[in-house]
Each structure stands twice: as C-alpha cells, then as structure tokens.
C-alpha cells in the first residue's frame, strides 16, 4: 500500500546523482527505385517506428516482469508517531497502508529487520509522467527495487524508454537543500553544464527533486528547452530519488502503467518530502519499502553509473567505454563521501568553487601541498563555510575529514576546480571535458593508446575546439595511419569540423579510402537518406547467391554502382564494376597502391580488371564526395570537394545526383537542402572554371571535353548538360567554346555574308575571301580549303537552311500550282527530297560514336521534341502519299500532305534557335503555348456553358450534330471575338435566314418563334443578360488573364532567357557538328558512303575531340595539377571575399572586443595574481631570513658573545592565511613533502568489509600524540594455516613469536633495524596505518619479498636496440592477470627454506628453477626495503629485495632458455615481455622499482 500522509524522516538527502544511456539502433533498409522508391521507402521504414499503444503494451507486459518494487510484511509499531499523529510501523507507514497480510496477527518476536520483513513484488508505478500546471513536456518514470540489477535498469532506459547510448556521463552531486549562488557563477553553471550535454550527447544524472543543486541541474534545462530551437534535441536529465520520500506519489501508482500519470508538486505541503522536479526527463524512484528515509537510492545509484561506464558504445568502427564525470556543487558530509568514493574508483570530479560548504572547502585547500592540509587547516575551513553545523563536528569528525580531503587533493589528476573568471577558466563544459582529458592522460595506457583514448572521447563529444586545444599540440605528433579509425568515426557520425581538424594534421585521403573503408562507409550509410533506400531496392531485386558459394556481404560496391549510374545518367560508364566470381574475394582484401607520379602529380590506381573487361581506377576523393553527397551531408561535400582533384567535373556531377535525388525526395526541406547544394556546387564549378579560363582559354577549354576516366568516361561538358547546369552552360568561356566549334575550322571574327558568298560561289575560297584559324589552311590553297570550310557546322547549318527552304518553297509550288493525278517530275523531286531526310533521321537514330546500345539510342533520340516533330511528319507525309497515289484518294490526300506542309514549316522553328535574336523569343513562346494549354480548360467551361444555355432557350429538339456543335462551341467561340449571333435579342431576327424545321442542311434550325406573327417569343431579357455576363467572363476576365499569365511568364522566363538560350544552342551545335556535310537532297552520298564504311568495310567510328577528348596520361596529369592549383586560389578568393562582407566584418571586430576584454580582464587577474606571488615569496623569505636569525642568535649565544638583554626580540612567524593556494602553480607539481605511506592508509581494506581509522599525514609518526587514536583489529582467515602467524586477537598464541630476530625459517628483522613492539605486538616502522592486526598478511612484522625484475633490449626486426628520446628501451618480463587487465613483476612472498617466489614459479618449468637461482645470484640489487602496500597494517607490513637480471645481448644462451621455460600453468595468467614505459600498468611498487632499473642501465622510462 501507499502512504496517505507524510511521517517524519531522517535528515534530507545530502546530495544528487545522475546518468542516462542511448540505444543503437539499426533503422530500416529501405528500398526503392524511381516512382516505387517513396513507397518503398515508407513501408521499410515504418517497420521500425512503433506507435504509441504498441510501446505502452510492451511497457505494460516487461516492466512487471522484470522490474519489482519492495513492500513491508509485517507491521511492527514504532515509538515514534507520523506528522499526523498516527500509529506507524517501523518501516514509516501507517497500518492501513500495508498489505492485508502484514496486518494480520502473527507469531513475531524480534525486532523489525529489512531485510526478513520486507519483500519483493512486481511494481505498481511505471509509464508516463506529466506534471500538472506546468509544461506538457512528457516524461517517464518508474519505481523500482533497491536491489534490481543495474543491467535491467539498463535495459529499461536503453530498449524501453529508446534512450540513445550516451557518449559521457556526467553525475551531479551536492546539497540537497536550496543553497545561494552568485548569479554570474549560477548563469555559468547552467549555460556550461547543458552546453557539454547537449554537444556530446550525455545524460545527465541527479537526486531528481525539486530542491537544492538537482532544482539548479532542472532551471539549467529548462532555460535551454525555451531558448533552443526542435532541431537542438533534448538534454536527458535523469533523476534517481528515493520513493519513500517523494510527496504526492499516490498520483504514480497503477498498476498497468500510467500513459500519462498527472503529477502535481506542492512544495508548501511537502512537509520533510520532496516534490519531483518537473525539468527532469525520466525519474528512477528506488524503493526499499520504507517511508520518510533519504539515501536509499545512493547504492543502486552507484552501481548503476559504474554499470553504464564499462559499457561500451561503438559508432562508425570506433569503441569507446562510456566515461563517467562527477560535478560539485555545495555539499555537506555525504557529498564529500561522494567525492571520496569518485576519486577512489578513478572517476574524475569538477568542483565548482564558489557554490558552498563542501566544494569550497575542497576548492580552498585543492593547490596546497599535502604537508600543508592540517588538521586545524581543515578546522578553520569548516569554521568558515560550515558555520551553522560547525558545532556538531567532533574532534575524530574532523579527523576524518582531513584524512579524505587530504586523498582527494593528492590523486590531483582526477581533481578539477573550476574557478569561474579565474585561471581562463571560461566555460564549465570546458572545464568538464578538460577533467575527462586529464583523467584519461592519467590511466595506464601505452604511449599512443593514452592519445588514441582521448581523440575518441573528443570524437564521440563533437568538440573539436577540446581537440584542437588539448590533443593535437607540439606535445604529440600524429601519424596520418593513427587518425584513420577516427577519421572513418567522424565521415559516419557526420562530425565535418573533426574531418577537417585530421586533414589539416596530415590524413590523406588517398592512404585512407581502401576497398574495405568505402564498403564500410556504404553499409554505413544513413538509413533515412533516400539513396540508402534505393540501394536496397537494388539488393532486393539482386538474383539470389547460389547455395555453395561462399557467403558476401549484402552491400558490394557494384550495387552502389548501379544506383549511381541511374542517378549520373547513361552517358557514364558505372563507376564500379560488378565483380567476377573469381574476383570476389579479391574485392575484400587491402588494395594495393600504385602509384604514378606524373609532372609531382600522384594518380592512384587501386584497381584494375583485367585485359578484355572493363578497366577500373579508384579515386578516394571521388568516393568519398559520393558518400557525402548522397546523404545530402554539406559540409562534409565541401570539405572533401576541396581536396578533390578533378573538381570541376565532380561539382558538376555533384549537381546531377543532387538535383536527381531531389526529384524523388518527399521531404519538402530535404529537397530544398539538396538543390540548394546542388546550386552552391555549381556555382563552385563556375568559379573554378572562371579561375582556368582567365588563365588560358585554351586550357581551360581542354577540361570542358578531357575524358574523365573517374566520373565514367564523360565530360565536365557532358555532366553539365546532363544535370541541366544552364548557369555553367551560358558562362562566357563555354560560349566561346562552342562558337569556335560552330565554326569549325574557321575564324570566328568572319561575317556570315563572306561565309554565304562563299558558299554560292565556292571559288571564292581561294582568294582569301574568309579566314582560317589554322596556319596551315592559311598557307595552302585548294582541296583542303574546300573541305575544311564545307565542314563547319555553321556552313552545314546554312547549307542545310538554304535546302529546307528550297524543299518547302517546292513542297509549296507542288501543293498549290502542279498537283497532278500523275506526280511531276517536281512532286518526284520532293520525294527523293523526303528520302534522303528520312536516311538523315536514320542516322541520327542508329549511328552514335560512343557505341550506345539501340534502345539508348533510340532513347535519346526520342527525347527530343524536334526529333518527335521530324517523325511525325515523315509518317504524316507517308500517310498523304499513299492516299495521293490512291486514284480515289487523291484529294484527301492533297489535305494530308497539306496538314503535314505546316508541320514542316514549324520545323523552322528549331532551325532560328541559333540565332540570338529569335532564339530567346522562341523559347518564350514555347513557355507561353503551356500557359495557353491551361487557359484552354477555363476556357471551355465558360464556352460550353454558355453554348448550351444559349443553345436550349433558343433552339428546340436540333437533332443536327453539325449544327449542334456550331451553336454550342463553334458560335460561342467567335461570339468572343466580336461575332455576336443576329437573333440573339430578336431585333435582327429573319426568317429568312433560318430553317423553321431544321431540314435545309445549310441553315441553322429557327430560334423559338411565332409562327403566325413571326416574331421570337423566347426570353430576349435572359438572353442578353447571359450574353453579357459571358463576355464579362470571357473578354475582359479570361482574356485578361491570358494576358497576364503571358506577362507573368515573359518576365521570369525573360530573366533567364539568355541562360536557356545559350543551354539549348549546344545541342543544335552537336547535331551539325555531326552532320554529314552535303545537304539534302545530296546528303544521300554521304549516307552511302558511311553505309560501305560501317556495314560493309566494319570501319569503327571515331568520336570528334571537339566534344570529347581523351588526353594522354602526362599531358592529363599536367592539366588536373593546373586545375587543383586554381582551385585553391578560387578557395582562397572566396574566403577573402567572405572576410570583406559587412557581416563578416561586424562579426570580426565583436571578436576582437570579446578577445581584448577578455585578455584586458586575464591581464588584471594575472596582474593582481603575480602581485601577490612575489608578496607570499617575500613573505617566504622573510620567514626563512627570521629563522636564520634566529639560529645565528642563538650559536652566538652559546658562544659567550651577548648577553640575554641584548638579543633582539623577533617576531614570531605567522601563516598567512589570506593566501591563494592556487596562485603558486609550482605547488601543483609532485608533493614532495607527503613523504609517508600513502596506500597503507586507504580507508577501505583491500578484500574486506574493514574500514581503517582515519590517519591523517601529520598524524603517522609514532612519536606525534594522537589521543583519540582507536583502529579496529583485524586478521583474516587464509587457507595456509600452517604457514601464517595466528590471528592475534589473544595475546597467548603470540607469546612464542620472537621479533627482531630470525624466527626459525622465518626472518623477522627489517632491513630498516630495530622496530618497536607494544602489547606484544611489533609496531610499523613507518608509521600509523589505522588498522591493527596482522590484516591480510602471513605474519607479524615484516613480511619479506622478492622481486626479480627480469630485462632485455627491445630491438626491431633487423635486431638493432630501438632507441627513443636518446635512450635505449628496454623490455621487461611480466605476469599479465587477463581480467584485470594489470601487469605485475613475477616475484611475491617466499616459501619458508624457499629462494623463489611463488608467482615465479608458476610462470617457469620447473626444469629452469636451479638456473634462474643461478641468474639471481649474478643480479644486481637495486631495491631493499619497506613496500607501501594497501595489506599493511600496525602490526604487519611488506619488505622487498629487487634483483635486476639483464641480457644485453640476444643470442645470450641464459636469455634462450628462460624464453624456451617461460609457461603459465594458470589459463587466467599470461607471461610476455613488455616495453618499459612510464604508462606501463602495473602497481605503483613496481613501477618505482623498474624506473630505478632504467635509471641504472640508462634507460627509456
């Protein structure tokens, strides 16, 4: 049962905790093609979006299942009484909130006790959370058991709620009580907190209520909800409160679940409870089946962060576990437990200085060295930022908290203070991700592991500006390879500013894209983006593999071929061939580089097919751009366009998958996003082009038809026209380029009157008449002349006019002057003519110099509208033939043949395109025939309905259809243009004119009328009005509105006529270009000449270079190292000319004040900084000159000079306690003055449940006096009895024990001499350890080791000693734990009579036991002495001896047998040789020892 009414409690929570996960999801594939494609598409996708009933009933069956919650079964009164003043049991809740059960009487003696009388049962709270009156922002929410298991707690927020795996977790503990912040360190908080989680993708994890540092994580969030925009995403703040003492959760339980639940806060009635915070995301309400206790969730919290921080979350090939932060604000003593439990188990910890109590205590102290942290230190501090409480702290309180502050402030790297204005600490998310960088640097990882570690946390956070400030620095040089694994992270994660960041620190693209990378990236592909959905459509249509041959992945790059070529059009080749069944497995292997440096221009050629198949050349920036483009990701596209090589024609090709993808894309802002880049690509082409063509035409020109082997054998020119880049098309240099091809051999400066004398009077050519571009033709006359000028297009083109014309002027003569029953020779004339039109048509239909299949030919052919037009009236003139030749049909097909004169006529049309006047107002008056098409269907409603109305009040019964149709549209239509009917009002009205009966065939049937009288008796008022109102409607409507509509349109298509113009003159150009030169009728030599040249002597045809050129290999490396050269000037131009924009320099000098006052301020704090350093150093010297004084005082004194009168009196040194502890930045280096053991003081026991009693440093010698010193004993239990002392806990087992001495096979004398034994039992020599006992250890006193530290030169394959920083490196012999993952040296504790150690001889035969005796003898000592072990105690402590055995040389004979010998008998254990690096894992023990053996062989460490 619930609580009904609040009972009082325990002390409020002390602090707040937090964290949240992602879920990976694998969306949908989804197919399709063309007009299936969005279907398809939807469908897939729709597989993968479940709706909000399906999520309910999934919550509503798991979460009973799996999550359970905790209620009291025995109601067991307590003493105290609820608020209310009711009976209460022990565990808080009244008696009519428990269960029937627990209620009834029962046979219970005892006190109450959790963990018998509270049990477990499904749980009744879970769903939807809703707070009431506030925002309608949904949350969720579930109460569960103290004891779930972090993984389904997991489960529930990762699978159930759909939350994203986080990329950090960042926890937020301090006080649970509201506390005051400066309201500019408040407004930082908040505004760096949010910022951190909402760039890197973390959750964030707090207490949940409404109060304190969780209510301050709440408003952080909230601000951000209400200024960011729906694209930001949400901040996930997760809130892990206790159920027992939320308020008003009656309105939480259901038991089916709440969808929503309604909550309601009323902090006024709250009483000792708290109230849930309504800016939080999702609520963890653990239970413990008890009401009114704080705390209870502090556990599960705990396990659940460390649970989420050994996961491991892996994006684009890249695996990181998830690191953990915890941030501080305020605080009482279960925050500094907090902090000490943080700092323990690694986890780095920010605290914000300035927020109170706990955190400024931490922050005051955080600099100083640990010699320093006293216990009246600490005291002084709690005085001042605990003063309410202050009171309550005992001496042995203090005590301990020294001993924790002071282990905090030593592991200083996993310690951050964030001083707001201070240090140029700026932002709190710098100083977050800063911690984590610190923290990192500071694990045990291997030289460029520690680096490669951090890059991925930069990585997976998006911020690069850490990346920049903090990883690529003089500190580490990156090699190119290192950066691959995160390069191919960043592509995925579309992370473009990273990206950039590895190409400007060395990554090359050409070494990174290999095969597998490209296939990687592809099966990687977003699945939202509709490319990913037509490359599905493709597998899905893709044969199914036979059933014995080898498995391959679904996606290979032939299928992204296949998509490409659809989308780039079939004028290219496919970019990656499909595989042979041989070459499959080659497909999947690292392509080798073959490189050839051509002019210092490098082309890779990654992959070849063989001889007789397609040949295949790789280009990485190619495919990178593709995948970029694709999924219309900008900037990525630009920043890998800027690398590419061939960049005018990849911008080009870029616009032709854009545009295309636009198309079938249903996504309105998608389609905008893509044809928006589409546009900037072209404009980037344009440029870059521009860049060429003022540097030299002719170059440039050779780049408009280069055959480009990386785009599928096309064009920059080809890919243009493709993509309908009208912009690129009109642009100055392309138009010059096509004139000086319309010209062919020609100049272009020659009038066309010279080129039309010429061409009637040929022999004109040889006086000079016209000019030649080509020196040779100038110089010769005859022959060559002749042919050069008859093969221009611009001389074919008036050729082929001046024969048009000639063909319709006799096509005209025959038609109206000598249309015979029996053709003429003229009409036969017109037939040849047709003919050899016909054979022309053929042509342009069969014959293609690139070899296209027929049904592409014939595609493109039929894709024209003129090509269309020519073949209709071909047939038409075939159809009017025919009949003509019928003797019966002669006149009906005369009509024929004079319906198809005017559709050859309008082939004129097509013919004046090429001139610049007409060309333009062609294109005009085609847009304007669409918008009279339109107009058309208003038109005729108006028409028919009025013609009908007219045509039923004035005329009965007409059963004429004829005439029928001429009253209706026929009369209607004219009555537009001024014919008004007669009879219309009757005033006009004739008898005469009409047919009363509707019988003469050639006069309309008479209107209603008066046969007697002879008047019209119908309605002539209706009549008129109706016509009024039709030619309202029609005349100055509908008229005025075509006239609109035309202007519209002759305005926008005014604009861009020149553009469309100069788009559509290059296929008039390509097509007489191409065009035999002899015009019709005469073309039909042509057409046999080409028939025996192709068909009958199989002679190839030769593309014309004019259009399509295929460079050699030096002469096309030379032209791209030319082009990517002026690309980096066009590059460069850009960004200076974005530099200039009044914008960008408004944003440049707000910069530069924001920069100034920031250094202005830095300036002031470093000024005031250095003025009190030098006053503390002086301060310093003084002290140290006064104790000098002193000293000289007194041995004068000793010395007979003076006398006691006559000696200065001194001031006494004084501390100055106003001093910053964080302006000495010398003081954060290593503390040399914590000289005392250090990790036989941690608190906890290592393999126990034993706390020690706090030690602090100044407290560790014996001889200082610590009255309140009271450790708790103990001494494990271990298997070799007969080998450990006894526990000690009585005194007479120990009687027998003799220290200082050796103790029958035991030695019990330390290598430091004599220690002193109390009680019986022998006291540390190094000091207090807060534990007595023999703890772990085998026995009393010292416990003697042996650590043999087995080294070799580390050499290369060649056998040479690698070197670094100067030094030899050195390898050492370690025994590897696989589940720790820790290395140790082989040595340990010895058997009694033994010389080996154990953990030696269970990595070593026993076959080599007597030589590695032998080896230790001839070793060097390099350590003896005490081990600062965590097993230490009062009573019981660790004494070593470290031999250092060396081989220098390789081939030693020892060196070979201790290798051949080397097994580990335990699976668990491995044995390895390990390089010496000062990051190498293994117990800080070790390391000192092994640093002391490269110092003595002068090693790398």
Sequence with gaps: MEPSAPTKGGSKQEEGFGVQSRRVTDLGLGPNLRQSNSNLCRSRRSQYLFSSCEKQENLSSWIPENIKKKECMYFVESSK?????????ECGYTREQHLEEAIRPHAFQGEWDPKKHVQEMPTDAFGDIVFTGLSQKVGKYVRLSQDTPSSVTYQLMTQHWGLDVPNLLISVTGGAKDFNMKPRLKSVFRRGLVKVAQTTGAWIITGGSHTGVMKQVGEAVRDFSLSSSYNEGEVVTIGIATWGTVHNREGLIHPAGSFPAEYIMDEEGQGHLTCLDSNHSHFILVDDGTHGRYGVEISLRSKLEKFISEQTKERGGVAIKIPIVCVVLEGGPGTLDTIYNAITHGTPCVVVEGSGRVADVIAQVASLPISEITISLIQQKLAVFFQEMFETFT???????????????????????????????QDVDVAILQALLKASRSHDYFGHENWDHQLKLAVAWNRVDIARSEIFTDERQWKPSELHPMMTAALISNKPEFVKLFLENGLRLKEFVTWDTLLYLHKNLDPSCLFHCKLQKVLAEEPEHVVCAPAVPAVQMHHVAQVLRELLGDSTQPLYPRPRSSDRPRLLLPVPHIKLNVQGVSLRSLYKRSSGHITFTMDPVRDLLIWAVVQNRRELAEIIWAQSQDCIAAALACTKILKELSKEEEDTDSSEDMLALADQFEHRAIGVFTECYRKDEERAQKLLIRVSEAWGRTTCLQLALEA?????????????????????????DNGL??????????PLLSTGLVSFRDRRLRAVRGLARVRAFFNAPVVVFHLNILSYFSFLCLFAYVLMVDFQPSPSWCERLIYLWLFSLVCEELRQLLYHPDEYGLVKMALLYFSDFWNKLDIAAILLFIAGLTCRLIPGLLYPGRIVLSLDFIMF???????????????????????????????????????????????AILIHNESRVDWIFRGVVYQSYLTIFGQIPAYIDGVDFNPDQCSPNGTDPYKPKCPESDATRRQPIFPEWLTVILLCLYLLFTNILLLNLLIAMFNYTFQQVQEHTDQIWKFQRHDLIEEYQGRPPAPPPFILLSHLHLFIKRVILKIPAKRHKQLKNRLEKNEEAALLA?????????????????????????????????????????????????MEQRLASLEKQVAQTTRALHWIIKTLRGGGFGSEGDAPVLASQKVSEGQDPELDSRQKEEDLGDTHHVNARHLLYPNSPIMRFPVPNEKVPWETEFLIYNPPFYSAERKDKDLVDPLGNALDPLTGVTYNAADGPRDRRSFHGSYMVQDGFPLNPMGRTGLRGRGGLRCFGPNHTLQPVVTRWRRNQDGA??????????????????????????????????????????????????????????????????????RNTDNAWIETVAISIHFPDQTDVELKRLNSHLHACDPGVSVRWQVVDKRIPLHANHKAILQKVATLFGAYY
């Design 1361 to 1430: 000693i690698c070197w670094r920083s100067i030094k030899k490196v050195l390898e050492v012999l370690v025994v590897e734990d696989e589940l720790s993952e820790c290395c140790a040296l082989p040595g340990g504790s010895c058997e009694p009579g033994e010389t080996l150690p154990r953990k030696l001889k269970q990595v070593l035969q026993r076959e080599f036991w007597p030589g590695f005796e032998n080896l230790l003898i001839q070793g060097t000592e390099v350590y003896k002495g005490y081990v600062d072990d965590p």
């Design 395 to 425: 001496e042995g309180r203090i005590v301990e908290w020294t001993k924790k502050i002071q282990d905090i402030v030593r592991r200083r790297q996993l310690l951050t203070i964030f001083r707001e204005g201070k240090d140029g600490q």
């Design 1122 to 1170: 030319w082009e990517m050269y002026l690309k980096e000037n066009y590059l460069q131009n850009q960004q200076a000319q974005q530099k200039q924009r009044p914008e960008q320099k408004i944003q440049d000098i707000s910069n530069r004040v924001d920069s100034m006052v920031d250094l202005l301020e830095m300036d002031r704090l470093k000024g005031s900084g250095s």
């Design 905 to 951: 006529c309008l082939r004129l049309m097509h013919i004046f395109t090429v001139s610049k006047t007409l060309g333009p107002k062609i294109i005009i008056v085609k847009r304007m025939m669409k918008d009279v098409f339109f107009f058309l269907f208003l038109l005729a409603v108006w028409v028919v309905s009025f013609g009908v109305a007219k045509q």
């Design 753 to 762: 009157w010279r080129v039309i004398l010429c061409m009637l009077v040929f």
């Design 724 to 748: 309908k880049d009208m912009k690129f098309v009109s642009h100055g240099g392309i138009q010059a380029f096509l004139t000086k091809v319309w010209w062919g051999q020609l100049s272009v």
């Design 81 to 89: 009484l609820s608020d209310a003043g009711k009976v209460v049991c």
